[in-house]
């Protein structure tokens, strides 16, 4: 009865629409063979919706690439692909692409025994169509150092995604292309600690940029100002003052000048340790050093020292040492305000601001 019952069952399924045209007499037609493989690969029933399916742009190069490499045995003109590429616009698009690849590699590799890799730009162009159509597991694949797609990837295509993830405030992602980065060998660069530092500040992930920033530092990657900014306004911001010295440390061996941001952290750094007036040195420094442009931002600075700071770093520490560190940067921002003033720096610095009554927790 089993038996029976699944013959019934292939019976109906073979006089479906989707097999009326697929008769024993074309059924060795290798053009129509190839072309129903790939379809029932990459194609659901049911109703097209303009995401099921693939944008008639892709769809039509597509064709023309596998006509060429699996009929005509002939390899298609480079822009084909390239053009396929542009316009990827959806995951359906992207799907098409990577089946396109996985072609092309074979065929080069059978055909013509070219054994190796398309170049690390056509991979950094195909991940940034997988960010752009939204289709990053596909993205994640163009990171593997061994895949069927003929990809050689680099650290610029995990750029890509990397922000992606800035743009979206997206750990999880962070974390997966990080692991793949790690796993297939590919080098960490200085943009790439620029990126991770700033996911890390915005989504508050103090731990994980204490990972992320030992592995750049083991790995001899020179960090830009950029991201040593970042780094050490983190520091301040969660009031560690332990690791905010060890990061100065890091960056004063490879640049001798603050930007406004680590200038600003250092000074922060004085004042959990109730230094104001070695505070008010490291800003007469700026004023020294910076340039006309960048000197314009210490009074802004010094008006979110007073009026954003606080609140942020006191917020940070444990509950029962919170009310005496807010009693004591009160105290203690307000003699660096006012010697900072005394110095001729001008100016308008609201220190009502320290009032607020959540400035200091009850």
């Known amino acids: 009865m089993q038996v029976a019952s699944n013959a019934r069952r292939a019976s109906r399924l073979l006089q479906s629409p989707i097999f009326s045209g697929f008769t024993p007499r074309n059924y060795h037609n290798p053009q129509l063979a190839t072309h129903f493989i790939i379809s029932k690969a990459f194609y659901t029933s049911g109703i097209d919706t ?10 039509e190069l597509y064709d023309k690439i596998l006509d060429s490499v699996n009929v005509k045995r002939s390899m298609p003109p480079n822009a084909w692909l390239w053009s396929l590429v542009s316009n990827c616009k959806h995951q359906q698009d992207i799907k098409l692409l990577f089946d396109t690849l996985n072609n092309l590699r074979r065929f080069r590799l059978s055909n013509l025994r070219i054994h190796d890799n398309f170049n690390c730009n ?33 650290v610029a295509s995990a750029h890509h995604l990397l922000n992606y993830a800035k743009d979206h405030n997206d750990t999880k992602l962070l974390v997966e292309v990080m692991k793949l980065i790690k796993k297939n060998d590919l080098p960490l ?10 996911i890390c ?3 508050d992930e103090w731990e994980l940029l204490e990972k992320y920033a030992k592995r750049f530092v083991k790995a001899g990657v020179k960090l830009r100002q950029t991201s040593f900014s970042t780094w050490m306004e983190f ?14 440390k890091l960056r004063s061996e490879s640049m001798k000048q603050h930007t406004l941001a680590t200038g600003f952290s250092c000074a922060k750094g ?20 910076l340039s006309d442009a960048k000197k314009s931002g210490i009074k802004d600075e010094l008006q979110k020292l007073v009026s954003e700071w606080p609140l942020e770093v006191v917020k940070h520490q444990k509950e029962e040492d919170r009310k005496a560190l807010a009693t004591s940067l009160k105290s203690d921002i307000v003699a660096f305000v006012t010697d900072l003033l005394n110095t001729g720096l001008e100016a308008n610095i609201k220190l009502e601001d320290l009032n607020r009554e959540e400035a200091i927790p009850q």
Request: charged share 20%.
């Open 201 to 203: 500040y915005n989504t």
């Open 50 to 59: 303009p995401q099921s399916t693939p944008t008639e742009s892709v769809k």
């Open 270 to 289: 004085l004042l959990l340790e109730q230094k104001p007036s070695d505070a008010v040195a490291i800003i007469q420094v700026l004023n020294q050093t």
């Open 122 to 154: 056509l991979c950094r162009e195909v991940t940034k169509a997988c960010v752009h159509a939204g289709a990053l597991d596909f993205g994640k694949k163009a990171l593997w150092k061994h895949n069927v797609y003929g990809l050689s990837p680099s």
């Open 235 to 248: 520091a301040a911001k969660r009031g560690n003052t332990e690791a905010l010295w060890k990061i100065e």
């Open 189 to 198: 660069q200085p943009g790439t600690a620029d990126i991770i530092f700033s």
